[in-house]
């Protein structure tokens, strides 16, 4: 770990972190960071808020574990390549913004997050996603799009308040039958991979599904149209666009996107 340089924009060290425990906000974002802040851990429970956006920090230290009461941790656009086991002691987490690192994997205690509401981590080297994710019954959003995924995990149909997965760009072959349980997504993108056909069911019982990207996979419009709960599917995404419209919402020039490749 390190120590923020002296010459930080807004004062002096001790008047920065005066400043800091007031507002319980710590913004370092574009700070030319190699190394985690010792001043940042040594303030513990004071810190709700954590900003390393784009930075060259490579380590998250075990001590990040003192920060009990932090809310939203954002380290995107850094060198991280791995996580602490301790990271899962953070109980007040609600958002976890991990975008453009070089992680490779999710340690397990990432299910013992279970007020976390946000968890994106794209744009990173991700083979896979741990099975205690399942255990994430707060999550509303899961953005993994850009890694190297095969599939999602069986135990995601457990995240009972998922609205919206993002999983873009990666090899994803088969999705699991429990994406099923999800009755409060909205919205479902898997462009760029490899899905030949999506479970059986999905339209039926994700009742709240409006928006269905599967563009540049091995699946057809005429599989999609095939489907069982096709039809209301089409009813949930036009009432979706229409709802669009009336609200002056600038579309796009491909109007309303069916989602999948002709």
Not at 1 to 13: I, Y
Not at 183 to 210: A, E, F, T, W
Not at 226 to 251: A, C, H, P, T
């Amino acid at each position: 770990m390190g120590c923020c340089a002296s010459n930080t924009a807004g004062g002096s060290k001790a008047n920065r972190i005066s400043r800091w425990r007031s507002t319980g906000i710590v913004g370092l974002r574009d700070s030319k960071l190699k190394t985690f802040p010792d001043e940042v851990i040594e303030m513990e429970r004071a810190v709700r808020t954590l900003d390393l956006t784009h930075n060259k920090i490579a380590d998250v230290p075990g001590e990040i574990s003192k920060l009990i009461n932090m809310q939203r941790l954002l380290i995107a656009d850094n060198l991280v390549e791995r996580l602490p086991g301790n990271l899962g002691k953070l109980q007040s987490l609600k958002v976890l913004m991990l975008d453009g690192n070089r992680i490779s994997c999710l340690p397990d205690e990432l299910g013992q997050l279970v007020r976390l509401e946000q968890l994106s981590i794209s744009r990173n080297m991700l083979i896979y996603l741990p099975d205690t994710i399942g255990s994430l019954r707060n999550l509303v959003l899961l953005n993994v799009s850009n890694n190297r995924l095969k599939s999602l995990p069986e135990s995601v149909g457990s995240c009972a308040s998922l609205e919206e997965i993002q999983a873009n760009d990666n090899v994803v072959e088969e999705l699991p039958a429990s994406l099923c349980n999800l009755i409060q997504l909205k919205s479902l993108c898997l462009d760029n991979n490899q899905v030949n056909q999506i479970p059986d069911g999905l339209l039926i019982h994700c009742k709240s599904l409006q928006n269905l990207s599967l563009h540049n996979n091995p699946i057809s419009m005429d599989q999609f149209q095939l489907m069982e709960g096709y039809q209301e599917f089409e009813e949930r995404r036009k009432k979706k666009f229409d709802k669009q419209i009336d609200s002056n919402v600038m579309m796009g020039s491909k109007g309303l996107d069916v989602g999948v490749d002709k």
